[in-house]
């Protein structure tokens, strides 16, 4: 089976002019597909079994761009092969257990509960959820208790340089004091050779996004703002410089700006809820209009 399954695969990459269309021609092969025994197969198919049918375009699904002509053939035939194994061993599994129609009850309940959800999703995304900037506000006052910084957030100056950069005396000096004069010569005259320069003195940053640009180990974030309003460390022919000019330790209440996205998120979270349970209570209604929905037991079956 496999060195027919290469033979196959060969003779589809001959048909193919470049590796780009050895992708798209090859991951056809993946999807299986069902269908009504002694019916026309696709023309793309590879194998059947039983009424499952594997086709060229289901496998090609499942190839990663970017692969050599070599390693998408050796893609191709582990996809086929774990594709039969698995049906061949569904079918001996199916038949030797006992408990078949809590199996297909499962089955059938995940299915309906995907269709569910993701219809959900469809009509939540296409459904504004019209958050104004007063129902934002208002959430953070009566919640700010809740809306605690599990990390420092700082407002300051961000520079990385080379080591040998001719100003850096003078870049060192305005970074240290950051002054309105010192920014201004700074960005002036101090970023022809710089690699990086952020500035955030208006508005507030996460540490995080800061260490993240620096080769260094912050062992206590909260002890390393309060303690270094200048901060600089050189490695591997870099400079890079840190000035913060203000900071809220961990533990205190996000400032407005920070807490933003978290209470949009929240927002959009409870409204899309809340349009889900009035789409499902408007479908409950339409049904027992159209006598479709009847409810026997009205004193225990509450909807």
């Known amino acids: ?23 798209t021609g ?15 197969l696709p023309e793309d198919a590879l194998i059947e079994v039983g009424d499952s049918v594997l086709t060229r375009m289901d496998i090609v699904r499942r190839i990663p761009q970017g692969l050599s002509p070599e390693d998408s053939v050796a893609m191709f035939n582990l996809l086929v092969n774990n594709w039969l194994d698995n049906m061949l061993l569904v079918d001996v599994a199916f038949d030797n257990i006992d408990d078949r129609e809590r199996i297909e009850q499962l089955v059938n309940d995940y ?11 469809k009509i939540l995304e296409t459904t504004p959820t019209d958050i104004k900037d007063g129902d934002l506000q208002a959430y953070y006052k009566s919640h700010s208790d809740e809306l605690v910084l599990k990390r420092p957030v700082i407002k300051g100056l961000f520079i990385k340089v080379p080591s040998k950069a ?34 955030f003195e208006d508005k507030w940053m996460d540490i995080r996004t800061i260490e993240q640009q620096i080769p260094y180990r912050f062992e206590d974030v909260d002890m390393f703002v309060s303690d270094k309003p200048y901060f600089e460390t050189t490695y591997s022919g870099m400079t890079y410089m840190l000035h913060i000019s ?9 400032p407005y700006e920070v807490a933003l996205p978290q209470i949009r998120r929240i927002l959009e979270s409870a409204r899309g809820e809340a349009f889900g349970k009035r789409i499902k209570r408007e479908l409950y209604q339409s049904a027992i209009k159209d006598g479709k929905l009847k409810i026997i037991d009205n004193e225990n079956v509450k909807i």
């Open 1 to 23: 089976m496999r060195d027919a399954l290469t033979d196959i695969m060969m003779k589809c990459l001959r048909h193919l002019l470049c590796p780009a269309m050895v992708l």
């Open 26 to 40: 090859m991951v056809a092969v993946m999807s299986s597909c069902n269908h009504t025994a002694g019916g026309e």
């Open 111 to 121: 299915r309906n509960t995907l269709i569910i959800e993701s219809y959900r999703r």
């Open 166 to 199: 001719g100003r850096i005396k003078d870049i060192r000096r305005w970074m240290a004091t950051a002054t309105p004069d010192a920014i201004d010569n700074l960005e002036k005259y101090g970023l022809d050779e710089c690699v990086k320069y952020s500035f």
């Open 246 to 254: 203000d900071y809220i330790p961990s533990g205190e209440v996000m």
